[in-house]
Structure formats: C-alpha cells, structure tokens
C-alpha cells in the first residue's frame, strides 16, 4: 500500500514529534525532511559549498548529535532558501514518500511542493511565543545558555525567512488541515493527526 501524510508548519510547532507518533500508530515510514538541511547546513559550516553538501548527503550526515544546535539550525534555515539546494533534495524526499509500506514525511513544503497530492496533510502551528518556550527549554535541556528573548526572536526571524523565500516558501496548502497545537498536550494533538488520517484510510 502507498499511502502519504504530509505533515508541515514552523518551528517548534510540534510536527515532529506528531509526524513520530503518528507513524509509529499506522507502522509507516517517517522521515523529517529538516534534518536534510540541517545535515546540510552542519556540512556548510564544515567549508563546504551548499550545493556540493546537498548533492554528496548520505544517510550517515543525518545521524550526528549536534543537528539540533542553535547554530545548526540557523545553518539550516539559510540554506533552505537556496533554490538549487532544495532542488537536489527534492528526488531523495519524494522517492521516501513512494515506497510501499506508507509514508509520512514533515517539513515546511511538503504538501505544497513535494508531495502536493498526499493523501492526508496537516499544517501544525502554534504561537510564536509558544514555540519560543518549548525551543527554550529544550534548549536548556541540553545545556545551551541562551535567553528567552533571544530564542523568540530567533524563532519569528526564522518564521519570515521560511514564509517569504521565493523557492517553496512555508505555507499551508490548500487542501490542509490545520492543527493549532498551542494550547493542546502532545497526546491530544498526535489523537487529532492519528483521527485524520484514520478517516481518510477509510
């Protein structure tokens, strides 16, 4: 069976851990397509060029420690808006969302530009200041010194970026479902995703 979710919406919003759960319910293949860039991006701070990073990217880039850093991630969202970059991307996302098995991947244009006739998409957000708070104390989690502005302001940086890049900008598509996480607990909001797609699974 072929059967894709296209699971996108900002930072911190929470579609990473809704796009786990709700593969792990249905036994499909996940993959979050944000690790590629910043698998990417940590490569660009290593001295390579964007492109060189994204055509040469093995499964192993994906797999290092530090892909959540701050700094990672800025990498990450600065490299997501380079058109030849996500175009070398594009084949390795769209051949996950083929196989047999089902799918669901999660990113900020999944069901917009690499997968626009999945079967089910969900657009996850939440506040700004929400997302700033779960980034800050997962942040600290870790160690990070850092200061909720800071991390707020980050956040909203990052949300322009993505939302108005010309290539594949971060939007709902038409046809989502939004899901609005900020003031649900991740049980509830994976119980939402998980209905979804159940009915359209028939």
Same mark, same amino acid.
């Given at each position: 069976?072929? $059967?894709?979710?296209?699971?996108?919406? @900002?930072?911190?919003?929470?579609?990473?851990?809704?796009?786990? #759960?709700?593969?792990?319910? $249905?036994? %499909?293949?996940?993959?979050?397509?944000?690790?590629?860039?910043?698998?990417?991006?940590?490569?660009?701070?290593? /001295?390579?060029? =964007?492109?060189? #990073?994204?055509?040469?990217?093995?499964?192993?880039?994906?797999?290092?420690?530090?892909?959540?850093? *701050?700094?990672?991630?800025?990498?990450?969202?600065?490299?997501?808006?380079? @058109?030849?970059?996500?175009? #070398?991307?594009? !084949? %390795?996302?769209?051949? $996950?969302?083929?196989?047999? /098995?089902?799918?669901?991947?999660?990113?900020?244009?999944?069901?917009?530009?690499?997968? @626009?006739? *999945?079967?089910?998409?969900?657009?996850?957000?939440?506040?700004? +200041?929400?997302?700033?708070?779960?980034? $800050?104390?997962?942040?600290?989690?870790?160690?990070? +010194?850092? +200061?909720?502005?800071?991390?707020?302001?980050?956040?909203? *940086?990052? !949300?322009?970026?993505?939302?108005?890049?010309?290539?594949? @900008?971060?939007? =709902?598509? =038409?046809?989502?479902?939004?899901?609005?996480?900020?003031?649900?607990?991740?049980?509830?909001?994976?119980? +939402?995703?998980?209905?979804?797609?159940?009915?359209?699974?028939?």
């Amino acid at each position: 069976m072929k $059967f894709t979710v296209a699971i996108d919406g @900002p930072a911190a919003a929470g579609k990473g851990t809704i796009s786990k #759960a709700v593969a792990a319910h $249905f036994g %499909f293949a996940h993959l979050d397509t944000g690790l590629l860039y910043r698998a990417v991006g940590r490569r660009v701070l290593q /001295g390579e060029t =964007p492109l060189q #990073a994204a055509q040469s990217l093995t499964r192993q880039d994906m797999g290092h420690d530090d892909l959540r850093s *701050a700094e990672i991630a800025e990498a990450a969202s600065q490299v997501a808006a380079l @058109p030849h970059v996500r175009a #070398a991307l594009v !084949d %390795f996302q769209r051949d $996950f969302a083929a196989r047999d /098995g089902g799918a669901v991947l999660d990113g900020r244009d999944i069901g917009t530009v690499i997968c @626009p006739k *999945a079967d089910v998409k969900i657009y996850v957000t939440a506040s700004a +200041e929400i997302r700033a708070q779960r980034r $800050f104390m997962e942040l600290q989690t870790v160690g990070a +010194e850092t +200061e909720f502005d800071s991390v707020l302001k980050d956040v909203k *940086a990052r !949300d322009h970026r993505d939302a108005n890049r010309t290539d594949a @900008p971060m939007k =709902p598509a =038409p046809d989502a479902v939004l899901l609005d996480t900020s003031n649900l607990s991740i049980d509830a909001a994976v119980a +939402e995703a998980v209905a979804l797609i159940r009915k359209r699974i028939g």
